[in-house]
C-alpha cells in the first residue's frame, strides 16, 4: 500500500513538473518570437506592402499570407470583421509567403493586378474561387482566368506585367523576410510587432484587443 502511494506520488509529481516545464517552455517561445520581432521591424514592415485600413491606426496587423492556403482564405473575412468593429483603429498589411506549389505564379498576377489598382477585388476573387484552381495543394495559374474575369482587368497587360523583374523582386523580398521572421507556414500574424503565442483567431483578437487598451482607444 506504501509503495503505491509512493508510485502514485511520483507519478502526480511528474505530471506536474511536465505541466510546468511545457509552460515555460511555451513562454520562452513566445517571448524569443517578440525579441525577433522587435529586432527586425523593417523585415516585417514595408513601405511598399499592400495595406488597407487607416494608415495611422493605433493597432497594426502584419499578415504573411499565402493565396493557396485554406485557412487563410477561411481567415481573412474574420479580420476584415475584426476592422470593421474598430473603424479606423486597425491597419492590415499584407505580406506574401508563396510556400504552395505554384502560388509565387498567383502572386505574381495578384502584383500585376495592384498595378491596376485592383489588388483587394483580385484577392477575394482569388479566395472565392480557391477551389477551382488549387488541387491537391498545387496552385494552378492557368485556372485563375476565369474567375478574374469579372474584375475588369486588363488582362494582356496582367500577363505582361506579371513577369517583371520589379514584380520577381518584391516575392523575392517577402520570402526573404518571412525567413527572417522565422514564418514556417500561413497565415502568420504579429500585431504591433508581436507574434501570436500560439495559432488560432482567438489568439489574433486578444492581440488586438490588448493593443487596443494599450493605445486608450478601444
Same mark, same amino acid.
Given at each position: 500500500?506504501?509503495?503505491?502511494?509512493?508510485?502514485?506520488?511520483?507519478?502526480?509529481?511528474?505530471?506536474?513538473? +511536465?505541466?510546468?516545464?511545457?509552460?515555460?517552455?511555451?513562454?520562452?517561445?513566445?517571448?524569443?518570437?517578440?525579441?525577433?520581432?522587435?529586432?527586425?521591424?523593417?523585415?516585417?514592415? /514595408?513601405?511598399?506592402?499592400?495595406?488597407?485600413?487607416?494608415?495611422?491606426?493605433?493597432?497594426?496587423?502584419?499578415? +504573411?499570407?499565402?493565396?493557396?492556403?485554406?485557412?487563410? /482564405?477561411?481567415f481573412y473575412p474574420?479580420?476584415?470583421?475584426?476592422?470593421?468593429?474598430?473603424?479606423?483603429?486597425? /491597419?492590415?498589411?499584407?505580406?506574401?509567403?508563396?510556400? %504552395?506549389?505554384?502560388?509565387?505564379?498567383?502572386?505574381?498576377?495578384?502584383?500585376?493586378? /495592384?498595378?491596376?489598382?485592383?489588388?483587394?477585388?483580385?484577392?477575394?476573387?482569388? +479566395?472565392?474561387?480557391?477551389?477551382?484552381w488549387v488541387q491537391? %495543394?498545387?496552385? %494552378?495559374?492557368?485556372?485563375?482566368?476565369?474567375?478574374?474575369?469579372?474584375?475588369?482587368?486588363?488582362?494582356?497587360?496582367?500577363?505582361?506585367?506579371?513577369?517583371?523583374?520589379e514584380i520577381a523582386?518584391?516575392?523575392?523580398?517577402?520570402?526573404?523576410?518571412?525567413?527572417?521572421?522565422?514564418?514556417?507556414?500561413?497565415?502568420?500574424?504579429?500585431?504591433?510587432?508581436?507574434? =501570436?503565442?500560439?495559432?488560432?483567431?482567438?489568439?489574433?483578437?486578444? =492581440?488586438?484587443?490588448?493593443?487596443?487598451?494599450?493605445?486608450?482607444?478601444?
Open positions: 500500500m506504501k509503495q503505491k502511494s509512493i508510485f502514485t506520488l511520483a507519478a502526480v509529481l511528474l505530471i506536474a513538473a +511536465f505541466i510546468v516545464g511545457a509552460f515555460f517552455y511555451k513562454n520562452q517561445k513566445t517571448e524569443q518570437a517578440a525579441q525577433l520581432a522587435a529586432k527586425n521591424q523593417t523585415a516585417l514592415v /514595408r513601405a511598399d506592402a499592400p495595406s488597407f485600413g487607416n494608415a495611422d491606426a493605433p493597432v497594426h496587423i502584419v499578415e +504573411f499570407f499565402d493565396p493557396a492556403c485554406g485557412t487563410c /482564405r477561411e474574420l479580420v476584415k470583421n475584426l476592422m470593421a468593429a474598430h473603424p479606423g483603429k486597425i /491597419r492590415l498589411t499584407m505580406r506574401y509567403a508563396p510556400f %504552395h506549389p505554384g502560388s509565387d505564379q498567383v502572386v505574381k498576377v495578384m502584383e500585376a493586378a /495592384r498595378k491596376q489598382g485592383q489588388f483587394q477585388q483580385t484577392l477575394e476573387a482569388l +479566395f472565392a474561387s480557391q477551389t477551382v491537391n %495543394h498545387t496552385a %494552378h495559374v492557368d485556372l485563375i482566368w476565369s474567375p478574374l474575369g469579372t474584375l475588369g482587368l486588363d488582362m494582356e497587360r496582367i500577363k505582361n506585367d506579371m513577369n517583371s523583374p523582386r518584391t516575392i523575392a523580398q517577402d520570402l526573404a523576410d518571412a525567413k527572417t521572421m522565422n514564418v514556417t507556414m500561413t497565415p502568420e500574424y504579429f500585431v504591433n510587432g508581436k507574434p =501570436l503565442p500560439s495559432f488560432g483567431f482567438e489568439q489574433l483578437q486578444t =492581440l488586438v484587443d490588448e493593443a487596443l487598451v494599450n493605445t486608450n482607444t478601444k
